[in-house]
């Protein structure tokens, strides 16, 4: 094999010049995907052995939470996926599967859940850069001014066009960066393939407030669904999705840390995954390069989404450290993994459950599946669930409270 293996935190000048290329938006070329047409030997199936089963609305399911907490049905959105909680805490964006946006204010102790954005060309992205929304479809990003109310069916202002039209790993997930930056995931088109013909297909890329000064941040991610900053040390972390179709175990799903310095960085994909472990169908084709090492694999196809390191003192005390990761779960393994969310331990790379119970594992039922992670100003963390259409809340027990 014609690589090495780098750590985590490093990447050759010499390696990142090789990987710096030029990106032309006028136009984009779909030819040339190079990908397996059938699973190899021993793979998974394919047919998910979990049960689809949809609560209904007077459902008294509940998650169970890690000792110290509690849990509760926050907001019922539909197909609910990320979301964006406003600088002052009063206000909470939503992204969907469904093509719609939707806004959530808490009147009374009670949140209102209303729809702000309809019929859009893919809507998982939201996020806040200042006290600015943030939107991210398919092809295109717009930014909508907190000055002007974020009334329902706003227009808002196109920063960004002409991303990636191509579906498959297609939701933008996005977040802006104590830079001011703002991240977005560019998924490969594919299982495993490699589009040589726009070198954005399965990256984490960056630009301004404004649209400009585009760049590629880490490439050879397959699909990054999930994104933060450590408080402590300023780093960025972000989750990767492994292949399908290798069996069970393999390959890892992973969390990543960002090199140092940044641009350019690779990490693997189509090439190889886990600890450079070779693709055994782009593995002989990976260039001369520093691969960038996993800061922790997961258990294979997991699905790792959105991560949040706890911002309020009283969390980030309880969990020190620690960054709360959502497994979405499992569609293509003989028994269904993941469906939970998970802290990780930077220091000791610990991975433990924190939110679970969204699969019943003794009869394979599905009660939900986590997508991403925010927190509210007191403290509360909010949990999306897209299978159940819940966003759940996780608060610190109280003496009084029962343990859920």
Not at 230 to 249: A, K, N, T, V
Request: glycine share 10%; proline share 7%.
């Amino acid at each position: 094999m014609r690589y090495r293996a780098a750590s985590s935190n490093s990447v050759s000048n010499d390696s990142r010049s090789k990987l710096v290329m030029p990106i032309v938006f006028a136009c984009l070329l779909t030819a040339g995907v190079a990908c397996s047409p059938k699973a190899p030997a021993g793979a998974a199936s394919g047919t998910p052995v979990a049960k689809s089963t949809v609560e209904p609305e007077n459902s008294r399911f509940l998650p169970t939470v890690k000792t110290g907490f509690v849990v509760s049905e926050w907001a019922r959105v539909p197909s609910v996926r990320s979301l964006a909680v406003s600088p002052d805490g009063k206000t909470v964006f939503t992204g969907s599967k469904s093509g719609d946006i939707s806004k959530i204010t808490v009147q009374d102790g009670v949140p209102k859940v209303e729809v702000f954005l309809s019929n859009l060309n893919g809507s998982n992205g939201v996020c806040f850069l200042g006290e600015d929304l943030i939107v991210a479809e398919l092809t295109r990003v717009r930014r909508f001014a907190a000055k002007d109310g974020f009334a329902p069916n706003s227009e808002g202002r196109v920063i960004l066009n002409g991303l990636p039209d191509e579906r498959h790993h297609g939701a933008r997930y996005i977040k802006a960066g104590p830079d001011g930056r703002i991240r977005i995931g560019i998924g490969a088109p594919c299982n495993v393939c490699l589009r040589e013909d726009d070198p954005r297909f399965a990256t984490l890329s960056s630009f301004d407030g404004e649209g400009n000064d585009f760049r590629i941040d880490a490439m050879g991610v397959r699909i990054t669904v999930g994104f933060d900053w450590d408080p402590e040390s300023g780093e960025l972390f972000f989750s990767d999705i492994g292949r399908d179709m290798l069996g069970d175990d393999i390959p890892p799903c992973e969390l990543n840390r960002l090199a140092e310095g940044g641009e350019g960085a690779h990490y693997g994909f189509p090439f190889l995954w886990g600890d450079n472990q070779p693709d055994p169908e782009f593995g002989e084709r990976a260039p001369e390069l520093e691969f960038v090492k996993p800061f922790v694999n997961f258990d294979a196809h997991v699905a790792p989404l959105g991560c949040h390191f706890p911002k309020v003192e009283s969390l980030r005390k309880a969990h020190p450290s620690k960054i709360f990761t959502a497994q979405h779960g499992s569609w293509n393994r003989s028994e269904p993994i993941g469906y939970q969310v998970v802290t990780v331990d930077l220091k000791t790379k610990a991975v433990e459950p924190f939110l679970w119970g969204f699969l019943d594992k003794s009869n394979g039922d599905v009660h939900g599946r986590p997508v991403d992670v925010a927190e509210l100003a007191d403290g509360t963390l909010l949990v999306s669930d897209d299978h159940a259409g819940v966003i759940w809340a996780v608060k610190t027990q109280t003496a009084t409270e029962e343990p859920k």
